[in-house]
């Protein structure tokens, strides 16, 4: 694809969400439609003119039972009776019964349960009784032994959950990662989640709740159902259905703070007893606190539910949608000590909040390092050569930190609505695709079923892209250099108007990089459910057969000079890079110069442009620039360039078995099952900007680009795992039960996670163990779980060594392709992050407790403590450390109160949602005790400090109200709901990932709809 295309594409975005589309339909078509303003037209003419008789819905009523209808069927969870609840299911007719052509009048068909369709008949308020997570198939809670937690369709609209995120606000110990590129990675346990699963099939695609009915959690070491799988647990999202029951539209409308707006319109149709059809649209627009962070969403989803006879179902789920995001990059880990030597500790958040959350030891050694490398010097260890280095280090220092006040001077600039950003408005990454469901399902007899469902992604993504090197200080002698006057000098420095006379600013060299994205999905899913009586006991029997064929796709081109020189394979030097220079201060500005996307270098109009950076040494720079004599690269152009190229593919095959026993009238439920992967791994990594060409090869004061190749890397893997799962129940009486699982899980790389060579490392493997206590009282009202587990995860695929520690594994006398020299040295540029053989161990408790003594009242309360460590990693250079991102505590107490239906307050609700988390673990920090600018994690003399971030209350609170806007049935219902996320405006700095991050803070929201 033509670059210029690709940033054309960028060009339409649109804060307004009048965005026209191209939606490729499966026949190859292209349709430009305004998808969202259409979407509702044809909603809206169809609502009155549905092509029913007047015969024709009288008749309909009769093909299901009204809603208030109760029937008596057959159920697998050994309770002899259940109460089907015919508005939320979408049930079959009996096989058994035969239909009369009698007087439909007096014959009313009777239903049976689908085992794989979740009931909600028995939900009181946010406790949901049933859930699919333990075996693919309707099941009590309460008698599975593992732990499942449920997000119903109440929680979701009381909490205006709507994005993957939002699941964290709503669980204990569930937390968002908080990465800016996909918002769909979640920590379970403690543990990194990626991709959800919708109806248990993987998806990479951005989701919105529009068109979601509920989330299962299922926690845990668990691949029995859901095939790869995060030893920590994963999260399943249930789509709505077509349902069979009166025709509805709904209409909701949600405005907020930051240009917060979301848009949904839900249309049921019964179109007559066999075909019913449900249309759901969503638009969605917000910015947020942080300077160009937004985020924009637009999706459209047709469900259709067939039933052509009283055995058979068939569901489809045809999904369109477009997102556009800019995540400014995170808060900046700090290297000012690179090239402008400070003895800020290498990492450290940069930012002045962090500050106050240093021990007092790791001040101490940012304030006295100069005295700490004289004890050093004078300890006899460094040899004289050493010596001048750490001299040479000291005198171009820039900063002088002899207080924390001056520390927070120098950091001041960075705060919370810019959090250091330097990516600007144009950082986005678009991305448009459709998914397609499909389930089809057959009750052979009242005994045996199966579902057979297949699913396909596809997604296209256009990014373009911010990057660069880390905010450092440099020498005096270099036009980047900003050197102001040191922090003591009692100076006012206002960080809203930045003056370089007063504090330096750090300095930042960027370039753009634009990418194509491809990412396909084809999985089929085939479960046969048989119930039988097995020496007296009740069995389900279970068989199923798996099959997921994924491919990614990446080109990534580089914003190079024109004139670059590029080998006949491709390579080009990564100096050829058109570069922005900027100093912070001058990013944060909302005017600057080059904040936004062209095609030149830009620089700071505060650097010296005299001090001879910008007039080229031809000799230096013809190595891989053509430059004339007297040239300049200030404003010079340039255009992309491959500079790699990623393909993966990842074929999954399982089978696997299972079965659900009871045992002793129900009091004893056992589950046993185990799961065969056979995995196949296919990846190709070429860098078009690293080589594995000897130097030698070319004359390296002439050009050291010609005759070189780019780093190619291919890996073809195969794995082959068995995941057994055994768990038991046993009530021990009405009210109190024990159960405890042992499970196992395998999740596969995907091509992404490399090590610093650009192979890939082996799957993940999970062993998880849970043992707890499951309740119920009152008559099930007041109910809930009490878990302790103990997780150990192989090969973690999370964990990214900081570059110190990655250095020490892979050093560059060993590893010369991936250190690149950039003018002045040699750095280290890794393919990957990741490394193989990293193990981690984490154990906690959790609680889940739910009262609703009536129907207008409803409480739940969840708590979680988790301490997940590294157990083993390479050379030990982090055996026993903290795992970052964790925090010990954390806790949910959600609540909602309805007013009497009778009173003055008839119709009017408020709740509302604590959370806690306690202080989170961002790293350890280590000290560089040789002077040479680099952090020695390795060194048997090692000084390192541990970074613990801060705790967070955030309270939400809601009030709503909800009725018909006549008293005449079958009017329109209309309900108001305001919602204040984070009321007390509770920011603060934490870490649920890799990186600090803030959190959100205050903002308002109301909420309409109207349903007819």
């Known amino acids: 694809m033509d670059r210029a295309t690709v940033l054309n594409n960028h060009s339409r975005i649109?804060?307004?969400?009048?965005?026209?589309y191209h939606l490729w339909l499966f026949s190859g078509t292209s349709l430009e439609?305004?998808?969202?303003q259409r979407f509702v037209f044809i909603l809206l003419l169809w609502a009155p003119q549905t092509s029913f008789s007047n015969n024709d819905k009288e008749n309909t009523k009769h093909?299901?039972?009204?809603?208030?209808q109760s029937v008596a069927v057959p159920d697998s969870s050994n309770s002899p009776v259940v109460s089907l609840d015919t508005s939320t299911v979408p049930v079959l007719p009996s096989v058994e019964t035969d239909l009369q052509e009698a007087d439909d009048s007096e014959e009313v068909p009777v239903y049976v349960l689908e085992d794989f369709v979740v009931t909600t008949e028995q939900d009181r308020g946010y406790y949901s009784a049933n859930a699919l997570a333990g075996t693919r198939t309707n099941q009590a809670l309460k008698d599975t032994p593992m732990t499942v937690s449920v997000i119903n369709q109440q929680l979701i609209e009381d909490l205006n959950l709507s994005l993957m995120d939002d699941i964290g606000a709503a669980m204990a110990g569930v937390e968002e990662e908080g990465e800016s590129f996909s918002n769909n990675i979640l920590r379970l346990r403690s543990f990194q989640v990626r991709n959800q699963l919708f109806e248990f099939f993987p998806r990479s695609a951005a989701l919105n709740f529009y068109n979601i009915e509920r989330v299962e959690v299922i926690r845990g070491a668990n691949s029995l159902v859901y095939g790869q799988a995060s030893p920590g647990g994963k999260a399943n999202m249930l789509p709505k259905k077509a349902l069979f029951e009166n025709d509805k539209l709904k209409v909701e409308t949600e405005q907020g703070e930051n240009g917060y707006s979301r848009t949904t319109v839900d249309a049921n149709y019964q179109i007559n007893d066999k075909v019913a059809v449900r249309l759901m649209g969503v638009t969605l627009q917000s910015e947020f606190d942080q300077r160009y962070k937004l985020f924009e969403f637009d999706g459209a989803t047709a469900a259709v539910t067939f039933r052509p006879n009283q055995r058979t179902s068939l569901d489809l789920h045809l999904e369109y949608l477009d997102g556009v995001r800019n995540n400014p990059r995170a808060i900046e880990k700090n290297q000012t000590h690179r090239l402008g030597y400070t003895g800020i500790l290498t990492d450290l958040p940069m930012t002045p909040d962090v500050v106050g959350l240093l021990s007092e030891g790791a001040l101490n050694e940012i304030i006295q390092h100069e005295d700490k490398l004289a004890e050093y010097i004078a300890s006899g260890i460094p040899n004289s050569a050493e010596i001048n280095?750490?001299?040479?280090?000291?005198?171009?220092?820039?900063?002088?930190i002899e207080s924390a006040e001056d520390l927070k001077q120098f950091l001041s600039p960075i705060l919370y609505k810019n959090v250091g950003s330097t990516s600007g408005p144009d950082n986005v990454r678009d991305s448009s695709g459709g998914y397609i469901l499909g389930n089809l399902t057959h009750r052979f007899t009242d005994d045996l079923s199966l579902k057979f469902s297949a699913a396909h992604e596809s997604m296209n993504g256009d990014h373009l892209l911010r990057l660069g090197n880390p905010l450092q200080l440099s020498s005096g002698t270099s036009p980047k250099s900003d050197k102001g006057l040191e922090p003591n000098a009692n100076i006012e420095y206002d960080p809203e108007n930045p003056d370089p006379d007063v504090m330096p600013s750090p300095v930042q060299k960027l370039y753009w990089r634009s990418q194509d994205?491809?990412?396909?999905?084809h999985a089929l899913r085939t479960t046969f459910s048989l119930d039988a009586e097995v020496f007296g006991t009740k069995q389900q029997l279970l068989l199923g057969l798996d099959f997921d064929r994924i491919t990614n796709k990446l080109r990534s081109y580089d914003l190079i000079y024109n004139g670059a020189k590029v080998s006949d394979t491709g390579y080009w030097d990564?100096?050829?890079?058109?570069?922005?220079?900027?100093?912070l201060s001058d990013l944060l500005s909302s005017n600057s110069p080059g904040i936004r996307y062209n095609n030149k270098s830009d620089f700071s109009q505060n650097f010296n442009s005299n001090a001879g950076y910008w007039e080229l040494n031809p000799r230096f720079f013809n190595q891989f620039i053509n430059i004339e004599p007297g040239g300049t690269l200030q404003g010079r152009s340039g255009h992309f360039q491959l500079s790699e190229k990623k393909e993966n593919r990842v074929h999954t095959s399982a089978l696997w078995l299972a079965a659900q026993g009871s045992y002793m009238r129900g009091r004893l439920n056992t589950l046993f099952g185990v799961r065969l992967d056979h995995i196949q791994l296919k990846s190709e990594v070429t860098n078009y900007f690293l080589t594995n060409t000897d130097a030698s090869s070319t004359n390296p004061t002439s050009d050291r680009v010609t005759g070189r190749d780019p780093l190619y890397s291919r890996t073809k893997a195969h794995y082959t795992h068995a995941s057994p799962t055994i768990g038991g129940?046993?009530?021990?009486?009405?009210?109190l039960a024990v159960f405890g699982n042992f499970a196992k899980s395998i999740q596969s790389p995907i091509g992404a996670q490399l090590d610093p060579t650009g192979k890939n490392i082996d799957p993940e493997y999970g062993t998880g163990y849970e043992g707890g206590i499951k309740l119920e009282f009152l008559d099930g009202q007041l109910s809930g779980q009490l878990t302790t587990y103990l997780i150990k995860k192989k090969n973690d695929h999370l964990t990214r060594l900081t570059n110190l520690q990655l250095e020490t594994l892979y050093p560059e006398d060993e590893y010369e392709d991936i250190y690149v020299n950039n003018g002045s040295r040699n750095v280290f540029t890794p393919v990957g992050r990741q490394v193989g053989g990293i193990t981690v161990e984490a154990k906690g408790f959790e609680a889940d407790i739910f009262y609703n003594p009536t129907s207008r009242h409803s409480l739940s309360l969840a708590y979680a403590y988790s301490d997940p460590s590294f157990k083993s990693t390479p050379g030990g250079i982090a055996d026993g450390f903290k795992y970052p991102g964790f925090a010990f505590h954390s806790v949910n107490l959600i609540g909602r109160y309805s007013f009497d239906y009778k009173g003055p307050l008839k119709g009017f609700y408020v709740g509302g949602n604590q959370k806690y988390r306690s202080e989170s673990y961002y790293n350890k920090l280590y000290v560089d005790i040789d002077g040479d600018t680099r952090a020695d994690a390795a060194d048997e003399n090692a000084r390192s400090y541990e970074l613990w971030l801060e705790d967070h209350f955030e309270t939400t609170v809601f009030f709503g109200w909800s009725g018909l806007?006549?008293?005449?049935?079958?009017?329109?219902?209309?309900?108001?709901?305001l919602t204040v996320n984070n009321l007390f405006d509770e920011i603060d700095l934490i870490n649920t990932g890799l990186t600090a991050r803030y959190t959100n803070g205050r903002r308002f929201s109301l909420r309409a709809s109207l349903q007819f």
Do not use: C, H, M, T
């Open 33 to 36: 439609i305004n998808l969202f």
């Open 63 to 68: 093909s299901v039972p009204e809603i208030s």
């Open 517 to 521: 994205v491809d990412n396909r999905i």
């Open 14 to 20: 649109s804060r307004a969400g009048k965005r026209q």
């Open 574 to 583: 990564p100096r050829s890079r058109v570069q922005d220079y900027f100093r």
């Open 729 to 735: 129940l046993l009530w021990l009486n009405d009210s």
């Open 389 to 400: 280095r750490i001299n040479q280090n000291l005198n171009r220092r820039q900063l002088n």
């Open 965 to 977: 806007l006549k008293k005449a049935p079958g009017d329109p219902r209309l309900n108001l709901q």
